[in-house]
């Protein structure tokens, strides 16, 4: 199935329930003067998030900051640059750093099995490497899985509990975010360093950038200037829905697990702490291609979250494609840092809603500064789609298949990918294009009559439109083709 489906359709269908404040500082002079501030403000708006911090960093320089919205809807506390805002997994680049700082002192091996520094671990855990820790493809069960939650109440009784369980696969043979991981790499830099995790970050990392507002914690800390955490999902009959209504949210970190979450800072830190990353001031610059190249499987393939997140390196999330490559970490699903490493440009986006993913959103402030990276030109397409979608763009969506037909006359072995094409049409939803993605999504069901997928794009987009026979057509044949398609059967449901 697609991504964020629900998210698309609230960007499209909700208003903004908050009036938002926005404090915007000077851009750079590459940049028309609130074209970006513009953008977030869309985006704020569409995906109806609170307060959002923004900073970007061009040839090792803060060119921007930007502070919208409200840290606290209760209490209409605006977002200042002085906010901060919880990381999440965001955390786990700041344990990649440490990492490769201790392997330029020659403490560590990043290949090397995990048992030959943990001998205690148990003994069908001691071939996983760092890396595949790193990574997430060690196989090893998770210490949080989705049905359970680990607090510092618990901790070392779940501690114990994973420790008996058996290797979910090979190490390996998959990619599984996994905080087990970044839990053992904790302990190994604890070990390792001779200090406590939190103080080696401290000294090694935060205090040669100065960062000041960079600290430790969850939701039980009172943190001074602290954003606080909003939601639009909620239980209901043991699923997870999204709903209207703004919810607080409450995010527990154990001190064991620190390592993969529970970080918070603001995004003029975070944006200090890359420049200092790129300009030699944490590691060696010899040792970025490792800290940021995405791990492998055994079959030598690359995973990760999937859609633009592709891969996964040294608690990096990667994306890698042939133009503007970046390494983004991201958090919660409310945060996100972008760097381009090819085009010195860096976007850190943090947030206070969870489901805000910004990395979805931050590719389009970077075509602010590399105008190339324009989603309306086609970036992130693939190429034959991308001179399809210029070509369409001068003549009209309405000449789809003509100019289709026209290019497999000329090469029979012309092909446009399922998911290719679905993740096109909804690049024109996200640019309010909503008749050109009909056309696309129209094309995508004559190309795969048998997808499930390729209907209920279709009869989503019917739906936003308002066109409610066509959406029920589609969604039905969406159905019939895949009886589990739940969006489908509510909506079926709900007319």
Do not use: C
């Given at each position: 199935?697609?991504?964020?489906?629900?998210?698309?359709?609230?960007?499209?269908?909700?208003?903004?329930?908050?009036?938002?404040?926005?404090?915007?500082?000077?851009?750079?002079?590459?940049?028309?003067?609130?074209?970006?501030?513009?953008?977030?403000?869309?985006?704020?708006?569409?995906?109806?998030?609170?307060?959002?911090?923004?900073?970007?960093?061009?040839?090792?320089?803060?060119?921007?900051?930007?502070?919208?919205?409200?840290?606290?809807?209760?209490?209409?506390?605006?977002?200042?640059?002085?906010?901060?805002?919880?990381?999440?997994?965001?955390?786990?680049?700041?344990?990649?750093?440490?990492?490769?700082?201790?392997?330029?002192?020659?403490?560590?091996?990043?290949?090397?099995?995990?048992?030959?520094?943990?001998?205690?671990?148990?003994?069908?855990?001691?071939?996983?490497?760092?890396?595949?820790?790193?990574?997430?493809?060690?196989?090893?069960?998770?210490?949080?899985?989705?049905?359970?939650?680990?607090?510092?109440?618990?901790?070392?009784?779940?501690?114990?509990?994973?420790?008996?369980?058996?290797?979910?696969?090979?190490?390996?043979?998959?990619?599984?975010?996994?905080?087990?991981?970044?839990?053992?790499?904790?302990?190994?830099?604890?070990?390792?360093?001779?200090?406590?995790?939190?103080?080696?970050?401290?000294?090694?990392?935060?205090?040669?950038?100065?960062?000041?507002?960079?600290?430790?914690?969850?939701?039980?800390?009172?943190?001074?200037?602290?954003?606080?955490?909003?939601?639009?999902?909620?239980?209901?009959?043991?699923?997870?829905?999204?709903?209207?209504?703004?919810?607080?949210?409450?995010?527990?970190?154990?001190?064991?697990?620190?390592?993969?979450?529970?970080?918070?800072?603001?995004?003029?830190?975070?944006?200090?702490?890359?420049?200092?990353?790129?300009?030699?001031?944490?590691?060696?610059?010899?040792?970025?291609?490792?800290?940021?190249?995405?791990?492998?499987?055994?079959?030598?393939?690359?995973?990760?979250?999937?859609?633009?997140?592709?891969?996964?390196?040294?608690?990096?999330?990667?994306?890698?494609?042939?133009?503007?490559?970046?390494?983004?970490?991201?958090?919660?699903?409310?945060?996100?840092?972008?760097?381009?490493?090819?085009?010195?440009?860096?976007?850190?986006?943090l947030t206070n809603l969870q489901g805000a993913s910004p990395e979805r959103f931050v590719d389009a402030l970077a075509a602010h500064y590399l105008p190339d990276m324009?989603?309306?030109?086609?970036?992130?397409?693939?190429?034959?789609?991308?001179?399809?979608?210029?070509?369409?763009?001068?003549?009209?969506?309405?000449?789809?298949?003509?100019?289709?037909?026209?290019?497999?006359?000329?090469?029979?072995?012309?092909?446009l990918p399922e998911d290719a094409v679905n993740a096109w049409g909804y690049s024109l939803v996200e640019q309010g294009q909503l008749t050109d993605a009909l056309a696309?999504?129209?094309?995508?069901?004559?190309?795969?009559?048998?997808?499930?997928?390729?209907?209920?794009?279709?009869?989503?987009?019917?739906?936003?439109?308002?066109?409610?026979?066509?959406?029920?057509?589609?969604?039905?044949?969406?159905?019939?083709?895949?009886?589990?398609?739940?969006?489908?059967?509510?909506?079926?449901?709900?007319?």
């Open positions: 199935m697609k991504i964020s489906q629900t998210t698309r359709q609230s960007s499209l269908k909700w208003l903004l329930l908050v009036l938002l404040t926005f404090f915007s500082y000077q851009a750079s002079a590459q940049v028309p003067a609130d074209s970006v501030d513009q953008l977030v403000q869309r985006a704020m708006q569409q995906l109806r998030i609170p307060g959002l911090q923004l900073a970007v960093v061009r040839h090792g320089k803060i060119v921007k900051l930007g502070s919208y919205g409200v840290a606290n809807v209760q209490d209409s506390v605006p977002v200042t640059t002085q906010t901060r805002f919880f990381l999440n997994s965001i955390t786990k680049a700041f344990v990649g750093v440490a990492v490769m700082q201790l392997v330029e002192a020659g403490k560590l091996d990043v290949a090397a099995p995990v048992g030959r520094y943990l001998p205690e671990l148990p003994a069908a855990w001691h071939p996983v490497t760092v890396r595949q820790l790193l990574t997430h493809t060690s196989g090893l069960p998770d210490i949080m899985p989705e049905d359970a939650l680990v607090t510092e109440n618990n901790e070392k009784t779940a501690w114990a509990q994973v420790q008996t369980q058996p290797l979910d696969f090979p190490a390996g043979e998959k990619f599984a975010y996994n905080q087990t991981n970044y839990l053992l790499l904790g302990r190994l830099i604890d070990k390792l360093s001779g200090q406590p995790f939190a103080e080696f970050v401290r000294q090694r990392q935060l205090d040669v950038v100065g960062m000041p507002r960079t600290s430790a914690g969850d939701a039980h800390d009172v943190l001074p200037h602290g954003a606080r955490g909003y939601t639009f999902t909620h239980y209901s009959n043991g699923q997870v829905r999204r709903g209207k209504e703004l919810r607080n949210l409450f995010e527990v970190f154990p001190p064991s697990l620190r390592s993969a979450a529970g970080r918070s800072s603001t995004a003029e830190e975070m944006a200090r702490w890359l420049i200092a990353l790129q300009q030699g001031q944490l590691l060696q610059p010899a040792s970025l291609p490792t800290l940021w190249t995405a791990g492998r499987l055994n079959d030598g393939s690359e995973r990760g979250f999937g859609g633009k997140l592709t891969g996964y390196a040294l608690g990096w999330p990667t994306v890698t494609r042939a133009e503007h490559p970046a390494v983004a970490p991201v958090g919660g699903g409310r945060s996100a840092v972008f760097v381009y490493p090819q085009d010195e440009l860096a976007i850190v986006v324009r989603v309306a030109d086609g970036f992130g397409l693939p190429p034959t789609l991308r001179a399809l979608h210029r070509t369409l763009r001068r003549r009209g969506f309405s000449h789809l298949e003509e100019e289709v037909k026209k290019a497999r006359r000329q090469n029979p072995a012309y092909a696309v999504f129209q094309l995508n069901v004559r190309l795969y009559p048998g997808s499930a997928n390729a209907y209920d794009s279709l009869g989503e987009t019917y739906a936003e439109v308002g066109n409610k026979p066509l959406a029920t057509k589609n969604y039905q044949r969406a159905l019939a083709l895949n009886p589990k398609n739940t969006t489908a059967a509510q909506y079926l449901q709900n007319q």
